[in-house]
Structure formats: structure tokens, C-alpha cells
């Protein structure tokens, strides 16, 4: 028994040793390709599949959702042949912004890949993590499934429109260096069908819109990087807008970057002093205390965007799963107070910086 258990120090001790796998590196010049690029990257650190849309119910009552799915590759020795290795690590966020409730409705679960229980596989979209789901099918729509007791959604997405390829054919930087970068591209103006629930509120039929983003990198944020504000809105009349802006950690802008597409198919994308976020309205998390700002000016270029939330608590903490607390919220665009489509507006870093 000693013998044995003076093995099992040795090989403890040695897998400990064991340098940490290298993670690809997102380069320049690279092109996505598909269908290989709807699937996983597991070469890479990180990784999400994000879905937000906007839906009603037949009395016409909008709620906004939001489901992600995230891949983690760990430093865990690669070369440790057992099946409990901790090498891949799935993680799903799930939420439900329903103006009744006043707050997010939102549940979050984590998993090691394995043992058919939790998966992100290659060559398309086939996310598991127990019993949610997103499967991309043969006819390009999407498949999502999520079942809690917080919130149940059962939903079909079909793409009505091309791919939207970000930053230069999918290499999208986030920082003045081209190593702080990432493979990024986005799936607009989903048409959305099927079902929605939440504790205290039975399924009910729901039709709407949606916006998809896939991104994997392994270095994206520079050091002293505290977070992002982004938005992606399906625009009435079927134009697209994407925009972020990485923000330091002693404030101020490290970089921008946003695109636009119109209904024609024209794609505009405006480089980092185009793009600006400036605040118009705070909200201050009685949970937290962080002050964000849910209603905001976004400047593309010649274009301005005011951001106007659904409901100002949309925030989420997530620290049992990717430890991040962060906002993420349905909102309207809007221009002289006439609207222009609806989205989602993500904030991060608003706690404490953001840990990739």
C-alpha cells in the first residue's frame, strides 16, 4: 500500500512539473472557413458561441434573452491520459430580461468535457452541458435548448442572411499590438420561433429576432485592459451594427472598432478613434455597487446611436461559473427618439477587471 501510494506522489509530482500546453496563437492573413469554423477550436484558450434576440409573446410583451456557451482550454498537462483530465472546460450562461420581474432571470452551469455529459465539437455547432443544448443543423439553423428552473427556452433560429465576417476576414484586433486579437465573426437578423419560460411563468409561444456571435483567441485582452462595452443590433429594414471598445484599467479608451451593414449587403467598418461610447445614463447595482452606464451615445463614424436599455437591472453575476459579474442587457437603438432596431448591449469590467 505504501509502494502504491508513494506512486501516486511521484506521478502527482510530475504532472504538476509538466509544462502547460501551448495555446495557437490568432494571427493576420488567416481565413475562416465553413462549415469547420461553426465548430470548435480547441487549440485555442478561449472560446464562446453567444446568442441575444428580442421576442414577444402572442399579448405582444417583448423579453430579451441571452444564452452562451463557453470552451476553456485549461493548463492542465495534455499529455495526461486520463479521462478525469480537466482539459476542456464547458460553461453555459443563460438569462431572461422580463420587464414584470424587474431584474434578470438568469442560471449558469460548468462542466469538464467528457464522459458524454458536457461537449464543444469540431466541424459545426454541438455545444452540450447536460441537458442544454445548441446544435447547429444541416439546413443552418440553430437548435437551443435550455432547461432550469429559472428560465426554460426552447428555440429555433434560422439565418435569413450571410455570415458577417469581423475585422479583417475574421481577424478582429483588440489591441494597438496584433497579438491581442481574436477570430470573431457574426450571424445577424436570426428569425426566432419557439417557446419561453421562466419560475412563475409557464412556456409560452415567443417569435422574434436574434444575433449570434461565435470568437475564440488566446490572448485577446492587453495587461492593463479592465474590460469591454460592446453592442450588436438587428437594425429595422434588416441592417446589422456591431461596436466595442476595450477600456484601460485607469479609464479612457485602449481601442475600438465597429461595422455596419446595411440591408443592401454594403459593409462599412470604421477603425478605433472613429468609434466612441459616452455615457448618458448611470444605473448603480444595489448588489454589487457597480455603476454602469445602460443608456449610452455610440458614435460610428458620421453615425449616432443612443442606447436605450429595456430595463436599467440587467446585470449578472456569474461568479460560480467564469467569475465575472457583468451587464448584459436587451436595449433599443435609437435616433431623435425615433427607433431603429433593438439589441444587446454587453459591459464588462465594471467590478473588477476582466480575467480572460
Not at 470548435?40 to 446568442?51: D, L, Q
Not at 432571470?105 to 460548468?110: A, F, K, N
Not at 489591441?175 to 409560452?204: D, F, I, K, N
Not at 458620421?302 to 448584459?328: C, F, K, M
Request: no cysteine.
Amino acid at each position: 500500500m505504501r509502494f502504491i501510494l508513494l506512486i501516486l506522489v511521484l506521478l502527482i509530482g510530475l504532472n504538476a512539473r509538466a509544462a502547460p500546453p501551448d495555446f495557437a496563437a490568432v494571427t493576420p492573413g488567416a481565413s475562416l472557413s465553413f462549415p469547420r469554423d461553426y465548430g470548435a477550436h480547441p487549440e485555442f484558450r478561449t472560446e464562446w458561441w453567444y446568442v441575444t434576440g428580442w421576442v414577444e409573446t402572442p399579448e405582444g410583451k417583448p423579453l430579451g434573452f441571452q444564452v452562451t456557451f463557453f470552451r476553456s482550454r485549461t493548463e492542465h498537462n495534455p499529455d495526461n491520459p486520463s479521462a478525469f483530465a480537466p482539459r476542456q472546460l464547458v460553461i453555459g450562461h443563460a438569462a431572461l430580461s422580463d420587464p414584470a420581474v424587474g431584474r434578470l432571470v438568469h442560471d449558469q452551469r460548468s462542466a469538464r468535457e467528457g464522459f458524454g455529459l458536457a461537449w464543444a465539437r469540431t466541424g459545426n455547432t454541438d455545444l452540450k452541458l447536460d441537458d442544454w443544448r445548441m446544435v447547429r443543423g444541416a439546413d443552418g439553423g440553430y437548435r437551443v435548448t435550455i432547461r432550469s428552473g429559472e428560465l426554460n427556452l426552447e428555440l429555433r433560429l434560422r439565418p435569413t442572411q450571410p455570415v458577417l465576417v469581423q475585422g479583417e476576414g475574421g481577424y478582429s484586433r483588440k489591441g494597438p499590438s496584433p497579438r491581442h486579437a481574436s477570430y470573431y465573426y457574426s450571424e445577424p437578423q436570426l428569425e426566432v420561433t419557439g417557446s419561453a419560460g421562466r419560475a412563475g411563468m409557464a412556456p409560452v409561444a415567443v417569435k422574434g429576432s436574434a444575433w449570434l456571435d461565435h470568437e475564440w483567441s488566446s490572448e485577446a485582452l492587453m495587461p492593463d485592459a479592465a474590460g469591454w462595452d460592446w453592442i450588436g443590433a438587428n437594425l429595422d429594414g434588416g441592417g446589422a451594427l456591431m461596436a466595442f471598445q476595450i477600456r484601460a484599467k485607469g479609464g479612457g479608451k485602449l481601442w475600438a472598432h465597429a461595422s455596419l451593414r446595411e440591408a443592401s449587403g454594403k459593409v462599412t467598418r470604421f477603425a478605433p478613434e472613429q468609434v466612441s461610447f459616452t455615457p448618458q445614463t448611470r444605473w448603480k447595482s444595489p448588489r454589487t455597487q457597480a455603476d454602469y452606464p445602460v443608456g449610452t451615445l455610440v458614435t460610428t463614424g458620421p453615425h449616432r446611436w443612443q442606447i436605450v436599455p429595456l430595463q436599467p437591472d440587467q446585470e449578472l453575476d456569474s461568479r460560480r461559473s467564469t467569475g465575472a459579474v457583468y451587464w448584459e442587457g436587451a436595449v433599443t437603438i435609437q435616433r431623435d427618439g425615433k427607433r431603429l432596431g433593438r439589441g444587446y448591449l454587453e459591459m464588462t469590467g465594471y467590478v473588477q477587471p476582466m480575467k480572460m
